[in-house]
């Protein structure tokens, strides 16, 4: 048999502990909630999903990111296990999403035989990124109030905004990485601040703005925010210049004043987010059980199966890692964050040795949705800032959120295949 | 033994097990982070050659790795980046194989370490020789460049040509497309874009200055062909190819 590199070990090894893991976890919840013994393969196959496409991205080539796929298994396990006491149909539904998000992954990373390739679908994706939101805003299905499912009547239903994510990754990341230099040195000097000329931004500018207008449009602010966080984000990396974040962070205090005033349901979660006591039964209500069940799992939690959090709306989705802290305490909530971290801080350093430009800027876009969505719906379950309807990435139950992430870690994977320094072998 | 007890010890388990799980992966990070960080040390007297972005002008040979294209990116872009870790490890054989191969292409003046190390079937950079590389070279030299008539760098030489991409930044520091070692010249010293093709000299807010054809650049001024950019001690002669 051929000798395994070791870093192909590596991953092996974590994933096979990760197996172990929320197979164990899975035998618990068994127990708990008297399912019999067998039930306990149902979270297996979530890691099975994940450990056999990490087996496919190797058949061609090995040379990729080790450490991304065993963090992520970690992640989706702990999501199903914590989703599959909540509902079961979501549950057996969202096993399907995670083995078709893998396959998705697969497929994305053999699809792309260069990432670099990309770069010049960044038009494409743009305009893509725009007709979708478009589309969903004239011809959108309201579900629970937001207009942000897109329906083929009889073939799908998806949420548009989350795609619209990764289109926006790579139409930022192939614009800016053609004129970063531009960007940084051509500037004239506007009320004692240094901004770049129109000609070098205004597509990029026009096109965020669009967008921007389209999501408030739709009420649906949670993407917004992730629109523009990401926006900002890139142009600092591409450019290095500060006072672009100080501008921005100027635009979103004013834009989240002009929003307060302008969307009741803007209002309302700012209120909330002061003091829910004022109305604890309504409008308060979510915020509210979300910090009961996190007072509820106390230090290390109630345990899998005992406190299910069948009190808190939007378990499922939004709130799931409400659900998670009630079973596993603060030990378990900390542990979670520190895998969100661990697979920002890893996507970043895709993007930080990175050889190319634009795979550099990708993966830095890519990274920056995940990391930044990851601290804005946890962020509004703790109370730390006010609380935003958006899923958190590979454990909120979502089909599309699901298959997106998956096909948004293809990419950086890909990124890592094509754009990372190799080594040579000896 | 109670369902309670076994959920309790199962959790603990689990708990533990996540955490060891998070330990295990921060120990491989940091111990790939180390292993990179060793190598790079090692690699550290090959980095020299890294901004190796000039072409060799005629009758000079260098043993250098030059680029040519690289100037178009930033540092650490992709031939840059990938050249030391190419030339590195083999560096006594890349020595001794680029010199003999650089003083046969004489006076033809092609950089001649662009040959890459022999036994290097990973690496993807260095391009293997093709037979319309030299073709290439001469549609380089017509595209758009500098002419370095006056050098007061360390590698750049009288006579060498540096292309010029959509954006080429010059100054002392390592992160200019175009570095130079003259200490009269800023860190930050000048940019040269094109813009609605009109090719631009911009002055970053230079300490000495930049002078076209002798007048000191205000802010920015349009290039034209043979225009003389001087900066610090080096004179460029901008030619529109």
Redesign the interface.
């Known amino acids: 048999m051929k000798e395994i590199p070791e870093d192909r070990r590596?991953e092996l090894?974590?994933l096979l502990?990760?197996t172990?893991?929320i197979g164990?976890?899975g035998?618990?919840v068994c127990?708990?909630m008297g399912w019999p013994l067998l039930s306990a393969l149902r979270p297996l196959t979530v890691i099975g999903a994940i450990l056999a496409g990490a087996l496919m991205l190797d058949l061609a080539d090995s040379h990729r990111d080790r450490?991304l796929l065993?963090?992520v298994s970690?992640i989706a396990g702990?999501g199903y296990l914590l989703l599959s006491q909540l509902d079961e149909t979501s549950a057996s539904r969202q096993l399907i999403w995670i083995l078709m998000g893998s396959g998705v992954m697969v497929a994305t990373y053999y699809l792309i035989e260069d990432i670099r390739d990309l770069a010049r679908l960044k038009y494409t994706a743009g305009v893509l990124g725009i007709a979708l939101v478009g589309l969903t805003l004239a011809f959108g299905v309201e579900v629970g109030g937001a207009k942000i499912w897109l329906e083929i009547p009889g073939l799908i239903r998806f949420q548009p905004t989350e795609i619209v994510k990764i289109l926006m990754c790579i139409f930022l990341a192939g614009f800016i990485a053609?004129?970063s230099?531009?960007m940084r040195?051509?500037t004239r000097q506007v009320a004692g601040m240094r901004l770049p000329?129109l000609?070098h931004v205004g597509p990029l500018v026009l096109m965020v703005l669009f967008s921007l207008a389209i999501f408030v449009g739709q009420r649906d602010l949670g993407p917004a925010v992730l629109i523009f966080g990401l926006f900002v984000t890139m142009v600092y990396i591409a450019t290095g210049r500060k006072s672009y974040v100080g501008l921005a962070s100027i635009l979103f205090a004013g834009g989240g004043v002009g929003a307060y005033y302008a969307f009741p349901h803007v209002a309302t979660r700012f209120d909330m987010w002061l003091n829910p006591w004022t109305e604890p039964t309504e409008r308060g209500y979510q915020i509210l059980q979300a910090l009961f069940a996190l007072a509820e799992g106390g230090l290390?939690?109630r345990?899998?199966?005992?406190g299910v959090g069948s009190t808190i709306p939007a378990a499922t989705t939004d709130l799931i890692f409400a659900v998670g802290a009630q079973?596993?305490g603060l030990?378990?909530a900390v542990?979670i964050l520190?895998?969100y971290a661990?697979a920002t801080h890893?996507s970043f350093s895709i993007a930080w040795r990175s050889?190319?430009?634009f795979g550099a800027l990708l993966a830095a876009g890519l990274a920056t949705v995940f990391g930044l969505q990851t601290l804005v719906i946890i962020g509004g379950v703790t109370k730390l800032i006010p609380l935003t309807g958006i899923t958190l990435p590979f454990m909120s139950y979502g089909g599309t959120s699901m298959i997106v992430n998956f096909i948004a870690l293809g990419l950086l994977l890909a990124v890592s295949r094509d754009?990372l320094?190799?080594?040579?072998?000896r | 033994m109670d369902?309670?007890i076994?959920?309790?010890i199962?959790?603990?388990?689990?708990?533990a097990?996540?955490?060891?799980?998070?330990l295990?992966?921060?120990r491989?990070?940091i111990g790939h982070l180390v292993a990179e960080a060793r190598?790079e040390r090692s690699e550290a007297p090959a980095r020299r050659s890294r901004r190796a972005v000039v072409q060799a002008g005629p009758g000079r040979d260098r043993p250098q790795p030059a680029k040519p294209r690289a100037v178009s990116?930033?540092a650490?872009?992709?031939p840059a980046?990938?050249a030391p870790?190419a030339s590195s490890?083999t560096e006594p054989a890349a020595r001794a194989t680029s010199a003999p191969a650089a003083s046969l292409s004489g006076p033809s003046g092609r950089p001649g370490p662009e040959m890459p190390a022999p036994p290097?079937p990973?690496?993807?950079v260095a391009p293997a020789p093709e037979p319309d590389k030299v073709r290439e070279d001469e549609a380089e030299r017509r595209a758009p460049h500098l002419y370095v008539v006056e050098s007061g760098d360390e590698e750049l030489t009288d006579g060498d040509t540096v292309p010029l991409s959509?954006?080429?930044?010059i100054g002392r520091s390592e992160e200019n497309?175009l570095c130079l070692t003259d200490r009269f010249v800023s860190s930050r010293h000048a940019?040269i874009?094109l813009?609605?093709g009109r090719r631009?000299l911009?002055d970053?807010g230079s300490t000495n200055g930049t002078f076209v054809n002798g007048e000191r650049v205000d802010e920015e001024v349009e290039l034209e062909d043979g225009d003389r950019i001087a900066l610090g001690n080096t004179v460029f002669q901008y030619r529109a190819g």
């Not at chain 1, 345990?303 to 005992?306: K, S």
């Not at chain 2, 199962?10 to 708990?15: E, R, T």
Request: charged share 20%; aromatic share 8%; with cysteine.
């Open positions: 590596t090894i974590l502990f990760a172990l893991l164990g976890g035998v618990l127990i708990g450490w065993p963090i970690v702990t053609e004129r230099e531009l040195e051509d000329r000609r290390v939690g345990g899998f199966a005992i079973q596993l030990a378990g542990v520190i895998l661990l890893l050889t190319d430009s754009c320094p190799r080594r040579r072998q | 369902l309670t076994v959920l309790t199962g959790k603990y388990a689990l708990l097990g996540i955490y060891a799980f998070v295990l992966v921060f491989g990070i190598r990116e930033k650490p872009s992709a980046e990938a870790g490890l290097a990973d690496v993807p959509a954006a080429v930044t497309s940019l874009c813009r609605d631009l911009l970053r």
